[in-house]
């Protein structure tokens, strides 16, 4: 699957950082658009999709959530389609199973209705407001005072999809190295060298798709960016097999407009199994996939940024109830119960964990929409948290346009 690679250095065209599905999306369509440009996807792991998008809900949204006119609600609506599209060519396990988001009290109606609205205005096909008595027919355990169904919204394995994009490079002639973190990168006037642990990368132009990684990469090129990201650790639980029966596609809260994050919801699987959750806990390592991984770079660059505080202060209450979700199973349970009563603290066995990346600004603000950055001889995607990887067609070929117009490509 993977391009050959050497020790000695070698020159490209194109460079990109990082061998997650946005990283290997963009470096799909670079040899889909431009066939001859050399290129080379560069990841530091021993595989590909090894972090976010090997550790995630597996969910194709729809793109209800977004501001209407956002690259988000734009990428993630075109995204989902392709990412159906891609799923079904080239046999990656993927199902429309559509999912319903439950208002639980009145307080919460007008924000489904918002999200109706919202929906409608991004395009996305076949929203309806379900009435308490119609939720049984679609969720037959699920319990709320009114429910959006979204119909389109599916399930796929987002690391096989890592997977196959790599493959679809690697069989164009392009090439993918693993096992190559890149350490260090030098700027000269018509080149950047990365130097990276299988030896010297020259490159014309850079692509930075790190993830979590992505801003300290951008000041490894001498650059000074606005935002920060800050991992936040999502914990999972499983539900038990002879339980699983209570879940029949994804059942999903009603979100807090004032956070990024979409609240605990249950999702069914691609390969069938259910889980719950993830919360959003501030976590003090990148790559921290247990609640007691700690990492003092991490931590510091987190709590020395001018933006950190401010978010903190301003969302101290979300982060007190995610954080007693995190150690305590009962709030865990409690948060589930609002939208399936039946489900009991002993239907849930502790499952996965993954970590976003959230870009926070300067200002204090969180960063909502997707942002891309281009410097003279970088694009940086500082910003691509969820729905990122339903999205990922869509924002390789947003990424790869801008690239062709700053650079002449
Ligand atoms: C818990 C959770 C649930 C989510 N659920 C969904 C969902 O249901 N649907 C959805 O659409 N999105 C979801 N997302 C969001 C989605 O997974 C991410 O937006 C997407 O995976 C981001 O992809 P990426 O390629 O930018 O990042 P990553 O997958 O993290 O890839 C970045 C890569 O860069 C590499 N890298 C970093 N530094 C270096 C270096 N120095 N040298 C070389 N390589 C480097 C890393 O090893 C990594 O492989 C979820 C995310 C999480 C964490």
């Not at 299988?198 to 798709?209: K, L, P, Q, T, W």
């Not at 700690?294 to 020395?304: K, Q």
């Amino acid at each position: 699957m993977i391009g050959r690679g050497s020790t000695m250095s070698e020159s490209f065209d194109v460079a990109v950082i990082g061998g997650g599905i946005v990283g290997l999306a963009v470096g799909r369509e670079i040899t889909r658009r431009f066939p001859r440009m050399r290129l080379v996807v560069l990841e530091k792991e021993e595989r590909v999709g090894m972090h976010q998008s090997g550790h995630n809900s597996g969910v194709i949204h729809s793109g209800v959530y977004y501001q209407p006119g956002s690259l988000k609600a734009k990428l993630c609506v075109a995204g989902a389609a392709a990412m159906v599209e891609f799923c079904r060519e080239h046999g990656v396990p993927f199902a429309v199973c559509g999912k319903v988001i439950i208002a639980t009290s009145e307080e919460q109606m007008p924000r489904l209705q918002n999200l109706l609205e919202r929906g409608n205005r991004n395009g996305v096909p076949g929203l309806r407001m379900l009435r308490p008595e119609e939720l049984p027919e679609f969720e037959p355990h699920a319990s709320g005072v009114a429910a959006l169904l979204v119909p389109g919204t599916g399930v796929t394995d987002y690391a096989k999809v890592c997977e196959k994009y790599a493959q679809l490079i690697v069989a164009r002639g392009r090439e993918v190295w693993t096992s190559a973190k890149v350490m260090k990168i030098r700027t000269h006037e018509r080149k950047t060298v990365l130097e990276t642990t299988r030896g010297d990368v020259e490159a014309g132009a850079v692509i930075n798709c790190a993830g979590l990684f992505s801003d300290r990469i951008s000041r490894m090129a001498g650059e000074n960016p606005d935002v920060q990201v800050v991992p936040f650790r999502g914990e999972y639980y499983d539900l038990v097999p002879e339980r699983a029966g209570l879940v029949k596609a994804l059942i999903y809260p009603v979100p807090d407009p004032r956070f990024p994050f979409l609240g605990v919801h249950f999702t069914r699987r691609v390969h069938g199994n259910v889980d719950a959750g993830p919360n959003a806990m501030l976590a003090f390592k990148r790559e921290g996939y247990s609640s007691g991984d700690f990492n003092l770079r991490d931590a510091v660059e987190s709590v020395t940024f001018p933006g950190f505080w401010r978010v903190a202060v301003k969302h101290w209450r979300m982060g007190k109830d995610e954080a007693q979700r995190s150690v305590s199973k009962a709030a865990f349970v409690a948060g589930l119960q609002r939208l399936v009563p039946e489900v009991r603290a002993e239907d849930l066995v502790p499952g996965g964990s993954g970590v976003r990346a959230q870009a926070i600004h300067r200002s204090g603000a969180l960063v909502d929409d997707f942002q891309f950055t281009q410097t003279k001889r970088m694009l940086h995607l500082y910003n691509v948290p969820s729905p990122a990887a339903t999205a990922s067609i869509a924002i390789g070929e947003a990424v790869v346009e801008m690239a062709a117009g700053a650079w002449g490509w």
